[in-house]
């Protein structure tokens, strides 16, 4: 998954490769997140059970009422032994799924999404596979059918193109060495280097940082931000070629739980900071493969 993932996406590849090159550091994964259709069993679920089955714990369940979706997130088993890798060979990462709930939808974008995953079969049951190939489990839609789903959900029409493809990876920043482990610092360096961070975070007074695009908890514990994501031409069965929204890179740094505050620095594990994802936070996130944030000018 993470190799389709790198191939697609030069700017997650660059920032990867960017980040590990300062100080030789080792990067964690926080959580990889993925998105689907709610639908004919093509939901939270076909990606789940792999995760499932070896040993992910689902977690709680977040909504985004005005996206028509929910998500689930899920807690990865404890496994010391990859302790001190890097990236996929490192300690194992959160997952976070969400779905599209389709019936919410116009009946003309129903009509589309159904008509792709009933002609798919039992794709639903190699979503993971799906995903580790870079194939889609359905046939490729016409151009028009992106374009009605994209007008009424960004989220329908990328998952139309990027079926079960990895829709982020996320930098766990706290478990960096560098000064990037803070990740108002990460944030100028990353901008610093030429890249585009989603800006509908807005201002965060509390760091009076103007255009950092920082997303933080109601409890100030989990600070979020992401680039905007790469695009990439993608041929529709009509013949039209055209460019659509693919993946990008989230920075998520998790602070010290209040009753932990009294560990030192060489105490304090994965377990002593803020875990789980936050409504508020996710829904801006969201935004990163959003028309309105690729265009944007830097
Ligand atoms: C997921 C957005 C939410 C998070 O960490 O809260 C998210 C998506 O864009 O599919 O990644
Ligand atoms: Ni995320």
Redesign the pocket.
């Known amino acids: 998954m993470e190799t389709v993932y790198l191939n697609r996406n030069p700017t997650a590849k660059s920032i990867l490769e960017l980040v590990s090159s300062v100080d030789d550091e080792q990067i964690c994964y926080d ?1 990889l ?1 993925f ?1 689907t259709f709610g639908v004919n069993g093509y939901g939270i679920s076909s990606l789940a059970s792999l995760f499932l089955d070896y040993g992910y714990t689902q977690k709680e369940e977040l909504r985004f009422p005005a996206k028509k979706l929910k998500a689930l997130w899920f807690s990865p088993p404890n496994s010391s032994s990859q302790d001190g890798g890097s990236g996929v060979n490192g300690p194992l990462p959160r997952v ?1 799924i ?1 779905e599209l709930l389709v019936d919410q939808l116009s009946p003309r974008a129903q009509e589309i999404i159904r008509k792709c995953t009933k002609k798919s079969g039992s794709g639903n049951k190699y979503a993971a596979l799906a995903s580790a190939l870079g194939s889609l489990t359905w046939e490729k839609p016409l151009y028009s059918e992106f374009q009605q789903l994209a007008g009424e959900s960004e989220y329908a029409a990328w998952t139309l193109v990027n079926g079960y493809a990895l ?2 990876v ?1 930098i766990s920043t706290h478990r960096l060495k560098s000064n990037l482990r803070n990740i108002k610092s990460l944030n100028e360096f990353i901008k610093k280097n030429g890249f585009k961070l989603n800006s509908d975070g807005g201002v965060l007074k509390e760091f009076n940082v103007s255009t950092s695009s920082i997303s933080v908890s109601p409890d100030g514990l989990l600070l ?1 931000s992401s680039t905007v994501a790469d695009s990439m031409p993608f041929s529709f069965s009509d013949g039209v070629v055209e460019s659509v929204p693919c993946s990008y890179i ?1 920075f998520a740094e998790r602070l010290v739980l209040p009753q932990y505050k009294n560990l030192s620095e060489s105490e304090i594990k994965e377990s002593h900071r803020r875990d789980g ?1 936050e409504v508020g ?2 829904d801006k ?2 935004e ?2 959003s028309k309105e944030q690729l265009t944007r000018r830097a």
Request: glycine content about 0%.
């Open positions: 959580h997140a998105r976070f969400s829709n982020h996320t979020q989230e994802f936070n996710a996130i969201f990163s493969t």
